[in-house]
């Protein structure tokens, strides 16, 4: 399948602003990120080296994504903006950490996807997928070709405004969700032992069993598919 042209994730990119816009969406202060897996997944880790690698993207979301179709590397993170993100689909760990142990002035930030799935909730939540590298690294090079870049401080989904004092942004409207895509691995026993961030259990939604499945798009959704 081919992938999304530049055009296309323009105007993908286009659809998710106008989503936010008809949903009144606003920037919100959020200063954590974190990621949701089950007990024995962190217990692996810390067992051996300490590092959470990074592996092939699955299908999620829509399949033309470049990211998608080129299955980029990396590592799905949550933002935490208010007290509803506390429940967990992934896992009953969580493993969190201010948002600038992740991002700071060598990184950079690109747009990717724009999804809705199928089910029964209506209005559908919706999904903004944006992607977060290394400058220089491989898979910078590959997102500058195929990607959409984002200003770090001056885009619609979500901004860090001022590394030194963690503050940053993220949009916050009905049913829509933002999720970083990290290609880098993370040290996760050097950040807990530096206390740069913590592991602790986490409630589950009802009826989650943990397991993540790829979260293909709907292709009968108006607002994020194209016309």
Known sequence: MAAFSQDQLSDLREKAIRYIEEGHGRMKPCRKLFRDKTENYYADI???TGIMET???D???DQRSPANVEKLKGLFFGIIANKKD???IYGPKRFSFD???LIDANTRLYFTDFYCVPGKNHPRPHYVSLVITRKGSEADRFCQIHLLS???DDNRFFKVLDIERNVAEVIQCDNLHV?????E?????DMLQNKKASLGGVKMKRGMTGKRQPKLKSPECSYCNLD
């Open 179 to 183: 999720e970083l895509y990290h290609t």
């Open 185 to 189: 691995d993370v040290n996760v026993a």
């Open 150 to 152: 984002l200003i770090m």
């Open 59 to 61: 299908l999620h979301g």
């Open 55 to 57: 592996y092939e993207k």
């Open 99 to 101: 948002v600038t142990n």
């Open 86 to 88: 506390r429940k967990s």
């Open 46 to 48: 810390l067992k051996s």
